[in-house]
């Protein structure tokens, strides 16, 4: 086995840690406060490339692979996750899917801005009655020849407002259940669709999550994804890749948290001397840093995996869980090293702290991933 990173990959995870600590913390405390998408933090990663990493070159992606995309993840969440899930809904979500099953035709019309960094997607399939529950659709797209007529509520949706490409799924024949759910490209501004008012959040503040409704939206039928019912399976084959994506910003905040608690401990003092060097310190550092560990190889594992071609459902699922545990725990503990401090925004890791929840819930929560798991091992 080889767990060294190749000198391309050195050089992303480079590119993206500076700029992370150049572009993106400067400005991330207000935008958490005040709740503002980074916009031009956005735009700056889509010059970068970082937005369509792994779409084939011929669409304006950038060809890499996704063992890369996890560590521009990890290293974009250290400073500030409501970035960062723009990059891996956009990645992970919107461009996959589209490239994966769209037609050439979508490809050419919605995947080559989007991997470009021109414009951002949204991917839309929880619902108020349908979050962890996918197969309970009540967003209806009723088939009329040649368009579908989408009407329903879509809940929680990442760039819901900035995207400029939404895929949504809904349910076209009822009696069939999961079988008769369909996918569908829907674009900003098509008569019926509007957007609701922004959730006021715990954390990932600057995240921009709304509720979307659909009126009689006309969605032509060029825009469905895939055959006619492959809306479901569209829908878990995508949010497979999903998971690495969350799973890497998980591990990405914990090891933010991790880096600004071991500074800290060795600049403050107490009785005398830094507080790392007081072993109830020293040992939860040592917990911290053997966790992140640990969440890394589980995440690169997947990555690789899906680069091999290979299944990583489950391992995919495992890093996802176990990753979003650590950053619960690691974060928690970084406000306990930075103790009155720590709950003072200025240091970050209250920030970190908050953010680090939504990493359980989303992509399927914990209870999810663990019953993907539990599944295999029964099996």
């Known amino acids: 086995m080889h767990f060294e990173l190749?000198?391309?990959?050195?050089?992303?995870?480079?590119?993206a840690r500076d700029f992370a600590q150049n572009e993106l913390k400067p400005g991330v405390i207000e935008r958490d406060e005040h709740q503002k998408f980074p916009s031009e933090q956005v735009k700056s990663m889509g010059e970068l490339g970082f937005l369509g990493m792994m779409v084939d070159p011929k669409y304006n992606g950038g060809?890499?692979?996704?063992v890369s995309y996890t560590l521009v993840m990890e290293e974009l969440s250290k400073v500030d996750a409501s970035a960062s899930v723009v990059v891996s809904v956009n990645n992970s979500l919107v461009c996959y899917g589209l490239e994966k099953y769209g037609t050439e035709e979508q490809k050419e019309k919605y995947l080559k801005p989007l991997a470009a960094g021109e414009q951002i997607g949204a991917f839309c399939l929880s619902e108020p009655e349908a979050g962890s529950d996918a197969t309970s659709q009540q967003t209806t797209a009723e088939d009329k020849g040649d368009?579908?007529?989408l009407n329903g509520t879509k809940n929680w949706i990442t760039n819901g407002s900035t995207a400029s490409t939404y895929l949504v799924i809904a349910q076209t024949h009822k009696e069939l259940k999961h079988k008769g759910i369909n996918a569908f490209i829907v674009e900003k501004g098509t008569p019926g669709f509007t957007v609701g008012p922004k959730?006021?959040?715990?954390?990932?503040?600057g995240s921009d999550t709304h509720s979307l409704m659909f009126n009689d939206?006309?969605?032509p039928k060029e825009n469905r994804i895939g055959e006619d019912g492959f809306g479901f399976k569209f829908a878990m084959k995508t949010l497979e890749g999903g998971r690495i994506g969350i799973a890497a910003q998980a591990l990405g905040i914990a090891a933010g948290a991790y880096e600004l608690a071991l500074a800290y401990a060795k600049e403050r003092k107490a009785f005398g001397k830094p507080i790392a060097d007081h072993q109830a310190i020293a040992f939860k550092l040592a917990d911290m840093a053997t966790?992140?560990?640990a969440a890394r190889l589980l995440v690169h594992k997947a990555a690789w995996l899906k680069d091999q071609g290979l299944s990583y459902t489950v391992e995919g699922s495992m890093a996802k869980l176990?990753?979003?545990k650590v950053a619960m725990d690691v974060t928690v503990e970084a406000v306990q090293?930075?103790?009155g401090y720590g709950f003072v925004k200025e240091y970050h890791v209250e920030r970190l702290m908050r953010d680090a929840k939504i990493t359980q819930i989303y992509e399927g929560t914990s209870e999810i991933q663990k019953l993907v798991i539990s599944r295999s091992v029964l099996a």
Not at 6 to 15: P, Y
Not at 63 to 66: A, K, L, N, R, V
Request: charged share 25%; aromatic share 8%; no cysteine.
């Open 291 to 293: 966790q992140i560990e």
């Open 199 to 205: 959730e006021n959040k715990l954390g990932i503040r």
């Open 63 to 66: 060809g890499m692979d996704t």
């Open 217 to 219: 939206v006309k969605v």
């Open 6 to 15: 190749s000198e391309e990959q050195q050089m992303i995870r480079q590119a």
């Open 337 to 339: 090293i930075h103790g």
């Open 322 to 324: 176990f990753a979003s």
């Open 147 to 149: 368009y579908y007529l």
